[in-house]
Protein backbone atom coordinates (compact mmCIF):
# COMPACT_ATOMS: atom_id res chain seq x y z
CA UNK A 1 0.00 0.00 0.00
CA UNK A 2 1.19 3.64 -0.95
CA UNK A 3 1.73 5.83 2.33
CA UNK A 4 1.15 9.11 1.08
CA UNK A 5 2.94 10.67 3.97
CA UNK A 6 6.15 11.82 4.38
CA UNK A 7 6.78 9.07 7.26
CA UNK A 8 7.66 6.21 4.80
CA UNK A 9 10.26 8.32 3.05
CA UNK A 10 12.91 5.62 4.31
CA UNK A 11 11.38 2.33 3.07
CA UNK A 12 10.11 3.94 -0.36
CA UNK A 13 13.89 5.21 -0.55
CA UNK A 14 14.31 1.64 -2.50
CA UNK A 15 11.92 2.18 -4.91
CA UNK A 16 13.03 5.72 -5.87
CA UNK A 17 16.54 5.05 -6.19
CA UNK A 18 16.68 3.68 -9.55
CA UNK A 19 15.04 5.99 -11.21
CA UNK A 20 16.40 8.86 -8.95
CA UNK A 21 19.96 9.30 -7.60
CA UNK A 22 18.32 10.06 -4.33
CA UNK A 23 21.33 8.36 -1.94
CA UNK A 24 20.99 9.83 1.10
CA UNK A 25 17.89 7.97 3.14
CA UNK A 26 20.08 4.74 2.61
CA UNK A 27 23.66 5.77 3.21
CA UNK A 28 21.97 7.26 6.22
CA UNK A 29 20.51 3.30 7.17
CA UNK A 30 23.52 2.07 6.59
CA UNK A 31 25.47 3.78 8.92
CA UNK A 32 22.91 3.72 11.36
CA UNK A 33 23.55 -0.48 11.25
CA UNK A 34 27.16 0.03 11.90
CA UNK A 35 27.94 -0.03 15.36
CA UNK A 36 31.07 1.46 14.84
CA UNK A 37 29.93 4.13 13.37
CA UNK A 38 27.13 4.88 16.41
CA UNK A 39 30.08 5.40 18.32
CA UNK A 40 31.54 7.31 15.83
CA UNK A 41 28.32 9.42 15.43
CA UNK A 42 28.24 9.58 19.53
CA UNK A 43 31.61 10.73 19.69
CA UNK A 44 31.22 13.44 17.05
CA UNK A 45 28.01 14.66 18.92
CA UNK A 46 29.74 14.52 22.48
CA UNK A 47 32.25 16.77 20.94
CA UNK A 48 30.01 19.04 19.83
CA UNK A 49 28.51 19.00 22.78
CA UNK A 50 31.15 19.92 24.70
CA UNK A 51 32.34 22.72 22.07
CA UNK A 52 28.89 24.45 22.64
CA UNK A 53 29.34 24.27 26.36
CA UNK A 54 32.66 25.47 26.57
CA UNK A 55 31.59 28.87 24.10
CA UNK A 56 28.13 29.29 24.12
CA UNK A 57 28.41 31.79 21.20
CA UNK A 58 29.97 29.29 18.72
CA UNK A 59 27.30 26.84 19.52
CA UNK A 60 25.00 29.84 18.03
CA UNK A 61 27.39 29.84 15.26
CA UNK A 62 27.41 26.59 14.45
CA UNK A 63 23.54 25.96 14.57
CA UNK A 64 22.03 29.25 13.89
CA UNK A 65 24.45 30.76 11.65
CA UNK A 66 22.95 30.97 8.79
CA UNK A 67 19.74 32.37 9.97
CA UNK A 68 20.28 35.94 11.34
CA UNK A 69 23.77 36.97 11.15
CA UNK A 70 23.68 40.05 12.83
CA UNK A 71 21.00 38.93 15.66
CA UNK A 72 24.17 36.44 16.37
CA UNK A 73 27.10 38.04 16.73
CA UNK A 74 28.16 39.09 20.29
CA UNK A 75 31.37 41.09 20.47
CA UNK A 76 32.04 39.60 23.93
CA UNK A 77 34.41 42.06 25.82
CA UNK A 78 35.29 44.54 23.26
CA UNK A 79 32.83 47.33 25.08
CA UNK A 80 34.38 46.69 28.32
CA UNK A 81 38.35 46.91 25.94
CA UNK A 82 37.39 49.97 24.69
CA UNK A 83 35.32 51.96 27.17
CA UNK A 84 38.50 51.39 29.89
CA UNK A 85 40.42 53.20 26.55
CA UNK A 86 38.57 56.40 27.11
CA UNK A 87 37.25 56.44 30.94
CA UNK A 88 39.58 56.48 33.59
CA UNK A 89 38.96 53.48 36.13
CA UNK A 90 36.07 51.81 33.95
CA UNK A 91 34.45 49.63 36.23
CA UNK A 92 30.85 47.44 35.21
CA UNK A 93 30.58 47.14 39.17
CA UNK A 94 28.07 50.02 40.24
CA UNK A 95 24.79 49.45 40.27
CA UNK A 96 22.80 50.80 37.75
CA UNK A 97 19.74 51.84 39.77
CA UNK A 98 19.90 53.22 43.87
CA UNK A 99 19.22 50.88 45.90
CA UNK A 100 17.63 50.50 49.22
CA UNK A 101 20.58 48.86 51.36
CA UNK A 102 22.45 52.11 50.72
CA UNK A 103 20.05 54.13 52.81
CA UNK A 104 19.13 51.69 55.29
CA UNK A 105 21.30 50.54 58.04
CA UNK A 106 24.29 51.82 56.89
CA UNK A 107 24.70 55.06 54.42
CA UNK A 108 27.22 54.49 51.86
CA UNK A 109 28.77 58.31 52.00
CA UNK A 110 28.47 60.10 48.69
CA UNK A 111 31.16 62.83 48.10
CA UNK A 112 29.02 64.99 45.73
CA UNK A 113 24.88 66.33 46.31
CA UNK A 114 22.92 66.27 43.23
CA UNK A 115 23.08 65.42 39.99
CA UNK A 116 26.52 64.03 40.64
CA UNK A 117 25.61 62.74 43.74
CA UNK A 118 22.44 61.59 46.71
CA UNK A 119 25.03 63.86 49.55
CA UNK A 120 21.94 65.79 51.40
CA UNK A 121 19.63 63.99 49.74
CA UNK A 122 19.28 60.57 52.07
CA UNK A 123 16.67 60.75 53.97
CA UNK A 124 14.07 61.55 51.00
CA UNK A 125 16.06 57.99 49.17
CA UNK A 126 14.92 55.52 52.16
CA UNK A 127 11.23 56.95 52.06
CA UNK A 128 11.01 56.65 47.84
CA UNK A 129 13.54 53.22 47.87
CA UNK A 130 11.20 51.19 50.38
CA UNK A 131 8.28 52.29 47.73
CA UNK A 132 10.04 51.24 44.49
CA UNK A 133 11.77 48.85 42.62
CA UNK A 134 15.48 49.18 42.39
CA UNK A 135 16.29 45.24 40.88
CA UNK A 136 16.91 44.85 36.91
CA UNK A 137 14.44 42.27 35.57
CA UNK A 138 15.79 38.75 35.37
CA UNK A 139 14.59 39.16 31.22
CA UNK A 140 17.30 41.86 31.18
CA UNK A 141 19.88 40.94 33.57
CA UNK A 142 20.17 37.05 31.94
CA UNK A 143 20.54 38.02 28.47
CA UNK A 144 23.61 36.41 26.71
CA UNK A 145 24.86 39.13 24.85
CA UNK A 146 22.73 42.50 25.43
CA UNK A 147 22.47 44.26 22.20
CA UNK A 148 21.55 47.93 22.92
CA UNK A 149 20.23 50.59 20.70
CA UNK A 150 20.69 54.15 22.17
CA UNK A 151 17.57 56.39 20.64
CA UNK A 152 17.99 59.61 20.93
CA UNK A 153 15.43 62.46 20.05
CA UNK A 154 17.24 63.78 16.86
CA UNK A 155 15.88 64.99 13.79
CA UNK A 156 17.64 62.50 12.05
CA UNK A 157 14.94 60.20 12.58
CA UNK A 158 12.46 61.53 10.31
CA UNK A 159 11.59 59.50 7.65
CA UNK A 160 14.72 57.50 8.47
CA UNK A 161 12.43 54.13 8.59
CA UNK A 162 14.41 52.82 11.20
CA UNK A 163 11.95 51.40 13.37
CA UNK A 164 11.91 48.09 12.05
CA UNK A 165 16.04 47.71 12.71
CA UNK A 166 15.51 49.65 16.51
CA UNK A 167 12.61 47.25 17.55
CA UNK A 168 15.47 43.97 16.68
CA UNK A 169 17.77 45.52 19.71
CA UNK A 170 17.62 43.26 23.18
CA UNK A 171 17.66 46.43 24.87
CA UNK A 172 16.24 49.99 23.32
CA UNK A 173 16.67 52.96 25.58
CA UNK A 174 14.24 56.34 25.13
CA UNK A 175 15.21 59.49 26.40
CA UNK A 176 12.54 62.44 28.14
CA UNK A 177 9.21 62.23 26.37
CA UNK A 178 9.87 61.17 22.89
CA UNK A 179 6.78 59.80 21.64
CA UNK A 180 6.49 56.45 19.72
CA UNK A 181 2.91 56.41 19.09
CA UNK A 182 2.38 57.46 15.38
CA UNK A 183 6.32 57.69 14.77
CA UNK A 184 6.89 53.39 14.95
CA UNK A 185 7.65 53.77 11.27
CA UNK A 186 10.85 55.48 12.03
CA UNK A 187 11.68 54.94 15.45
CA UNK A 188 10.70 51.59 16.62
CA UNK A 189 7.99 50.42 19.17
CA UNK A 190 10.16 48.75 21.83
CA UNK A 191 10.76 50.59 25.06
CA UNK A 192 13.64 48.80 27.16
CA UNK A 193 14.29 52.09 29.78
CA UNK A 194 13.35 55.43 29.54
CA UNK A 195 15.51 57.59 31.29
CA UNK A 196 13.42 61.55 31.96
CA UNK A 197 13.44 63.50 34.56
CA UNK A 198 9.94 65.85 35.88
CA UNK A 199 10.19 68.68 33.40
CA UNK A 200 10.54 65.84 30.24
CA UNK A 201 8.39 63.34 32.25
CA UNK A 202 5.53 62.46 29.59
CA UNK A 203 2.19 63.75 30.54
CA UNK A 204 0.93 60.13 29.61
CA UNK A 205 3.47 57.04 29.90
CA UNK A 206 1.13 54.73 29.71
CA UNK A 207 0.63 55.29 25.95
CA UNK A 208 4.34 56.38 24.95
CA UNK A 209 6.13 53.08 26.83
CA UNK A 210 5.57 49.46 26.96
CA UNK A 211 3.70 47.58 29.82
CA UNK A 212 7.09 46.41 31.04
CA UNK A 213 9.13 49.31 29.84
CA UNK A 214 11.96 51.07 32.94
CA UNK A 215 10.87 54.42 34.05
CA UNK A 216 14.39 55.77 34.66
CA UNK A 217 14.18 59.25 36.71
CA UNK A 218 17.44 60.95 36.02
CA UNK A 219 18.00 63.24 39.36
CA UNK A 220 19.64 66.59 38.82
CA UNK A 221 17.84 68.21 41.81
CA UNK A 222 16.36 67.49 45.14
CA UNK A 223 13.50 68.70 44.07
CA UNK A 224 13.03 65.94 41.50
CA UNK A 225 12.91 63.20 44.40
CA UNK A 226 9.91 65.38 45.83
CA UNK A 227 7.96 65.40 42.66
CA UNK A 228 8.67 61.10 42.79
CA UNK A 229 7.28 60.68 46.11
CA UNK A 230 4.36 63.00 45.75
CA UNK A 231 3.30 61.56 42.62
CA UNK A 232 4.10 58.08 44.07
CA UNK A 233 2.48 58.23 47.71
CA UNK A 234 -0.59 61.06 46.53
CA UNK A 235 1.01 63.84 48.51
CA UNK A 236 0.25 67.37 47.84
CA UNK A 237 1.93 68.06 44.62
CA UNK A 238 5.55 70.89 44.91
CA UNK A 239 4.76 73.16 42.16
CA UNK A 240 7.90 75.57 42.52
CA UNK A 241 11.33 74.70 41.78
CA UNK A 242 11.22 73.30 38.15
CA UNK A 243 12.17 75.23 35.26
CA UNK A 244 9.21 73.83 33.58
CA UNK A 245 5.14 72.52 34.87
CA UNK A 246 6.25 68.74 35.57
CA UNK A 247 3.18 66.11 35.32
CA UNK A 248 1.05 66.63 38.18
CA UNK A 249 -1.06 63.57 37.69
CA UNK A 250 1.57 60.74 36.14
CA UNK A 251 -0.17 57.00 35.86
CA UNK A 252 2.63 55.22 35.86
CA UNK A 253 3.15 51.63 37.75
CA UNK A 254 5.61 52.10 40.47
CA UNK A 255 6.85 48.42 39.97
CA UNK A 256 8.14 50.21 37.11
CA UNK A 257 10.08 53.03 38.49
CA UNK A 258 13.67 53.46 39.03
CA UNK A 259 16.25 56.15 40.32
CA UNK A 260 19.29 56.31 38.07
CA UNK A 261 22.64 56.01 40.17
CA UNK A 262 23.94 59.62 39.56
CA UNK A 263 27.84 58.02 39.70
CA UNK A 264 26.74 57.39 36.02
CA UNK A 265 25.89 61.21 35.92
CA UNK A 266 29.56 61.72 37.45
CA UNK A 267 31.49 59.75 35.24
CA UNK A 268 29.49 61.56 31.82
CA UNK A 269 30.51 64.92 33.26
CA UNK A 270 34.20 64.03 34.95
CA UNK A 271 35.42 61.39 32.24
CA UNK A 272 33.77 61.83 29.32
CA UNK A 273 33.21 65.62 28.92
CA UNK A 274 35.73 66.48 31.48
CA UNK A 275 33.45 69.56 33.27
CA UNK A 276 35.09 70.15 36.81
CA UNK A 277 32.28 68.65 39.47
CA UNK A 278 32.14 71.88 41.30
CA UNK A 279 31.57 74.52 39.09
CA UNK A 280 30.96 78.25 39.85
CA UNK A 281 27.24 79.14 39.94
CA UNK A 282 27.30 81.20 36.36
CA UNK A 283 29.10 78.28 34.10
CA UNK A 284 27.00 75.39 35.30
CA UNK A 285 27.40 72.61 32.71
CA UNK A 286 25.66 69.47 33.11
CA UNK A 287 25.47 66.16 30.86
CA UNK A 288 22.32 66.14 28.52
CA UNK A 289 20.30 62.87 29.34
CA UNK A 290 21.33 61.55 25.67
CA UNK A 291 24.76 61.72 26.49
CA UNK A 292 24.01 60.41 29.87
CA UNK A 293 21.92 57.48 28.19
CA UNK A 294 24.89 56.35 26.10
CA UNK A 295 27.26 56.22 29.26
CA UNK A 296 24.91 54.20 31.10
CA UNK A 297 25.32 51.76 28.09
CA UNK A 298 28.73 51.79 28.04
CA UNK A 299 28.31 50.61 31.35
CA UNK A 300 25.92 47.61 31.00
CA UNK A 301 25.57 46.32 27.29
CA UNK A 302 27.77 44.02 24.87
CA UNK A 303 27.26 46.35 22.04
CA UNK A 304 25.59 49.73 21.45
CA UNK A 305 24.13 51.55 19.05
CA UNK A 306 23.23 55.05 18.42
CA UNK A 307 20.37 56.49 16.93
CA UNK A 308 18.66 60.16 16.98
CA UNK A 309 21.74 61.85 18.07
CA UNK A 310 23.13 64.84 16.46
CA UNK A 311 22.09 68.89 16.30
CA UNK A 312 21.65 70.77 13.13
CA UNK A 313 24.56 73.35 12.05
CA UNK A 314 24.38 75.84 14.39
CA UNK A 315 24.40 78.23 11.10
CA UNK A 316 20.90 76.48 10.54
CA UNK A 317 18.52 78.45 12.31
CA UNK A 318 15.66 76.95 10.78
CA UNK A 319 16.23 73.22 11.09
CA UNK A 320 14.16 71.48 14.02
CA UNK A 321 15.91 69.45 16.45
CA UNK A 322 13.68 66.78 17.90
CA UNK A 323 12.10 64.49 15.26
CA UNK A 324 8.49 65.10 16.73
CA UNK A 325 8.37 68.89 17.68
CA UNK A 326 8.92 71.81 15.94
CA UNK A 327 11.79 73.48 18.28
CA UNK A 328 15.38 74.46 17.04
CA UNK A 329 18.58 74.73 18.36
CA UNK A 330 17.77 78.33 19.97
CA UNK A 331 15.46 76.50 22.53
CA UNK A 332 18.78 75.28 23.46
CA UNK A 333 20.57 78.47 24.46
CA UNK A 334 19.37 78.52 28.12
CA UNK A 335 19.90 75.15 28.48
CA UNK A 336 22.44 74.19 30.59
CA UNK A 337 24.13 71.97 28.08
CA UNK A 338 27.40 72.56 25.36
CA UNK A 339 25.91 70.24 22.67
CA UNK A 340 29.23 70.64 20.33
CA UNK A 341 31.22 69.64 24.01
CA UNK A 342 28.96 66.48 23.46
CA UNK A 343 29.46 65.97 19.57
CA UNK A 344 32.85 65.84 20.33
CA UNK A 345 32.73 63.27 22.71
CA UNK A 346 30.65 61.08 20.68
CA UNK A 347 32.47 61.63 17.88
CA UNK A 348 35.87 59.91 19.74
CA UNK A 349 33.52 57.29 20.60
CA UNK A 350 32.60 56.70 17.08
CA UNK A 351 35.92 56.80 15.86
CA UNK A 352 37.42 54.37 18.62
CA UNK A 353 34.59 52.05 17.58
CA UNK A 354 33.56 51.49 21.14
CA UNK A 355 29.65 53.07 19.74
CA UNK A 356 28.48 53.19 16.40
CA UNK A 357 25.63 55.11 14.71
CA UNK A 358 22.53 54.44 13.05
CA UNK A 359 21.36 57.58 11.73
CA UNK A 360 24.13 60.26 10.53
CA UNK A 361 25.69 61.78 13.17
C1 LIG B 1 24.87 43.06 9.96
O1 LIG B 1 25.87 42.27 9.38
C2 LIG B 1 26.34 42.76 8.13
C3 LIG B 1 27.33 41.76 7.56
O2 LIG B 1 28.23 41.32 8.53
C4 LIG B 1 26.99 44.13 8.37
O3 LIG B 1 27.44 44.66 7.17
C5 LIG B 1 25.97 45.07 8.99
O4 LIG B 1 26.55 46.31 9.27
C6 LIG B 1 25.39 44.46 10.27
N1 LIG B 1 24.34 45.31 10.80
C7 LIG B 1 24.17 45.51 12.12
C8 LIG B 1 23.00 46.36 12.49
O5 LIG B 1 24.90 45.04 12.96
C1 LIG C 1 41.30 56.23 39.55
O1 LIG C 1 41.30 55.55 40.79
C2 LIG C 1 42.41 55.87 41.61
C3 LIG C 1 42.35 54.97 42.83
O2 LIG C 1 41.09 55.01 43.44
C4 LIG C 1 42.39 57.34 41.98
O3 LIG C 1 43.51 57.67 42.76
C5 LIG C 1 42.42 58.17 40.69
O4 LIG C 1 42.29 59.53 40.99
C6 LIG C 1 41.29 57.74 39.77
N1 LIG C 1 41.43 58.45 38.50
C7 LIG C 1 40.40 59.07 37.91
C8 LIG C 1 40.72 59.82 36.66
O5 LIG C 1 39.27 59.04 38.35
C1 LIG D 1 9.33 62.97 5.02
O1 LIG D 1 8.58 62.35 4.01
C2 LIG D 1 7.41 63.09 3.66
C3 LIG D 1 6.62 62.25 2.70
O2 LIG D 1 7.44 61.55 1.81
C4 LIG D 1 7.83 64.42 3.09
O3 LIG D 1 6.69 65.17 2.76
C5 LIG D 1 8.64 65.18 4.13
O4 LIG D 1 9.14 66.39 3.57
C6 LIG D 1 9.81 64.36 4.60
N1 LIG D 1 10.43 65.02 5.74
C7 LIG D 1 11.76 65.15 5.85
C8 LIG D 1 12.24 65.86 7.07
O5 LIG D 1 12.53 64.68 5.04
C1 LIG E 1 31.30 74.33 24.35
O1 LIG E 1 32.18 73.34 23.85
C2 LIG E 1 33.03 73.81 22.81
C3 LIG E 1 33.79 72.60 22.28
O2 LIG E 1 34.42 71.89 23.29
C4 LIG E 1 33.94 74.90 23.37
O3 LIG E 1 34.79 75.39 22.35
C5 LIG E 1 33.09 76.01 23.95
O4 LIG E 1 33.89 76.98 24.57
C6 LIG E 1 32.07 75.49 24.95
N1 LIG E 1 31.15 76.53 25.32
C7 LIG E 1 30.95 76.90 26.58
C8 LIG E 1 29.96 77.96 26.82
O5 LIG E 1 31.58 76.40 27.51
C1 LIG F 1 27.35 57.72 10.75
O1 LIG F 1 27.76 59.08 10.70
C2 LIG F 1 28.69 59.35 9.66
C3 LIG F 1 29.11 60.80 9.76
O2 LIG F 1 29.75 61.02 10.98
C4 LIG F 1 28.05 59.09 8.33
O3 LIG F 1 29.00 59.28 7.30
C5 LIG F 1 27.53 57.67 8.27
O4 LIG F 1 26.81 57.49 7.08
C6 LIG F 1 26.62 57.41 9.46
N1 LIG F 1 26.18 56.03 9.44
C7 LIG F 1 24.92 55.70 9.21
C8 LIG F 1 24.61 54.24 9.23
O5 LIG F 1 24.06 56.53 9.00
Redesign the pocket.
Known sequence: MEDPGGSCEVTSGSRDESSSPRVTPPLAIKMIKSRGKILGVLALFLVMVWYSISREDRYIQLFYFPLQENKTTCPVGEVEKKAAQLI??YTRDRPLFLQLKDYFWVRTPSLYELPYGTKGSEDILLRLLSVTSYAMPESIQSLKCRRCAVVGNGHRLRNSSMGETINTYDVVIRLNNAPVHGYEQDVGSKTTMRLFYPESAHFNPRRENDPDTLLVLVPFKPMDFQWLEAILNDKKRVRKGFWKQPPLIWDANPEQVRILNPYYMEVTA??LLNLPMKQPRKVKQKPTTGLLAITLALHFCDLVHIAGFGYPDSADKKQTIHYYEQITLKSMATSEHNVSHEALAIKRMLELGLVRNLTYF
Open positions: ANAK
